[in-house]
Antibody, heavy 121, light 110 residues
Framework: QLQLQESGPGLVRPSETLSLTCSVS??????????WGWIRQPPGKGLDWIGS???????YYNPSLKSRVTISVDTSKNHFSLKLSSVTAADTAVYYC?????????????WGQGTLVTVSS | QSALTQPPSASGSSGQSVTISCTGT?????????VSWYQQHPGKAPKLIIY???KRPSGVPDRFSGSKSDTTASLTVSGLQAEDEADYYC??????????FGGGTKLTVL
């Protein structure tokens, strides 16, 4: 059974960089043809796609966040990561990682449980 | 402001049917057949219930169905059950490897 688990600091200072990792178990990131993505949800609000990455390293980002986002993959550790720079209070959210079906845009079929990241001094 | 427009709330009595709309533009919903729907219970991760407009993943009851007309996608829940009470989100491909979500609809089962 595929499982995804987010990890990282729950508190980040304004103007600093948010860093999260998604560990994948039950499947190899590099052996499958799936994309792997990050989605966030501010408290009490809706979902917002951040970006997705293929095991080869090809990335696709939300245009509204592209200047601040970097998503990378480490196939040796079977995990992928998110970095969001110059954070503000508006970046406070639950951050989810998810598997993204190939050739089926927007089809996230497995999700992590999510991790709350608060931006505050 | 979300790129796709959903009604903030919807409701229906147990056993009845309810339809939730998701309105976009010709650049997203109207231009592609990549519309997905997610169900989210409080404190839980979203769950995929419809993808590619009308396909259901394995394990999702056939009470859930999806459709699309022009720039509006719809999710219909038939035979409402108490456990269907949740938030529902639509998403669509918007071209150039971009995805957009709707603002979400809170479904109440009366």
């Amino acid at each position: 059974q595929l499982q995804l688990q987010e990890s990282g600091p729950g508190l980040v200072r304004p103007s600093e960089t948010l860093s999260l990792t998604c560990s994948v178990s039950g499947d190899s990131i590099s052996s499958s043809s799936y994309f792997w993505g990050w989605i966030r949800q501010p408290p009490g609000k809706g979902l917002d796609w951040i970006g997705s990455i293929y095991y080869s390293g090809s990335t696709y980002y939300n245009p509204s966040l592209k200047s601040r986002v970097t998503i990378s993959v480490d196939t040796s550790k079977n995990h992928f990561s998110l970095k969001l720079s110059s954070v503000t209070a508006a970046d406070t959210a639950v951050y989810y990682c998810a598997r993204h079906r190939p050739n089926s845009y927007g089809t996230f079929d497995y999700w992590g449980q999510g991790t709350l990241v608060t931006v505050s001094s | 402001q979300s790129a796709l427009t959903q009604p903030p709330s919807a409701s229906g009595s147990s056993g009845q049917s309810v339809t939730i709309s998701c309105t976009g533009t010709s650049s997203d919903i109207g231009g592609y057949t990549y519309v997905s729907w997610y169900q989210q219970h409080p404190g839980k991760a979203p769950k995929l219930i419809i993808y590619e407009v009308s396909k259901r993943p394995s394990g999702v009851p056939d009470r859930f169905s999806g459709s699309k007309s022009d720039t509006t996608a719809s999710l219909t829940v038939s035979g409402l059950q108490a456990e269907d009470e949740a938030d529902y989100y639509c998403t669509s491909y918007a071209g150039s490897n971009n995805l957009v979500f709707g603002g979400g609809t809170k479904l109440t089962v009366l």
